[in-house]
């Protein structure tokens, strides 16, 4: 099984361009996670999907991020403008059904906004 | 909603001994208790977790033991090695919940 796999792996962009993260969960896995990962905040979830459908975007930060899971094998999460503030890791993981399963994180979109 | 804190952020110790990182929970409903170890550029994964109907877990040189009555558990590394230097976070969650709240994390450094 190739993972949770995350695109691109490093992205650098400028104060106000449009920046999209890309996601492909563990094939089979129905529920899909994005987090955001500084240093002052820890891991941040940001939206939970299950069967593809938002369950909870409680902690997408403001109305300049967006994510979206058109079909079961793709995912992407996406800052328009993006801000210095922005600047951060982020993962997606993915889990086998709804609750209390393991989470299975991709190895992350390092993302520097100047 | 749940409160997970960690302690120590960081902890060094020499090759061989053993390493002990405790967390805290605020939500009794938490039931769920995972670890994960993150190493350097790569994503979180899962080494061990507990559900709250056992005290103790053991796998080869890690163990987690909880306290539900104190509302805290423990990550136990015995004869550690340099590969386990990496950061450790732990994490709760009510198993009917997806949502797994996080501590902030132990950079563990394991000296040659």
Known sequence: DAGVIQSPRHEVTEMGQEVTLRCKPISGHNSLFWYRQTMMRGLELLIYFNNNVPIDDSGMPEDRFSAKMPNASFSTLKIQPSEPRDSAVYFCASSLGRTGNEQFFGPGTRLTVL | ?112
């Open chain 2, 1 to 112: 909603g749940e409160n997970v804190e960690q302690h120590p952020s960081t902890l060094s110790v020499q090759e061989g001994d053993s390493a002990v990182i405790k967390c805290t929970y605020s939500d009794s409903a938490s039931n769920y208790f995972p670890w994960y170890k993150q190493e350097l550029g790569k994503g979180p994964q899962l080494i061990i977790d507990i559900r709250s109907n056992v005290g103790e877990k053991k796998d080869q040189r890690i163990a987690v033991t909880l306290n539900k009555t104190a509302k805290h558990f423990s990550l136990h590394i015995t004869e550690t090695q340099p590969e386990d230097s990496a950061v450790y976070f732990c994490a709760a969650s009510p198993s009917n919940d997806y949502k797994l709240s996080f501590g902030a994390g132990t950079t563990v450094t394991v000296r040659a």
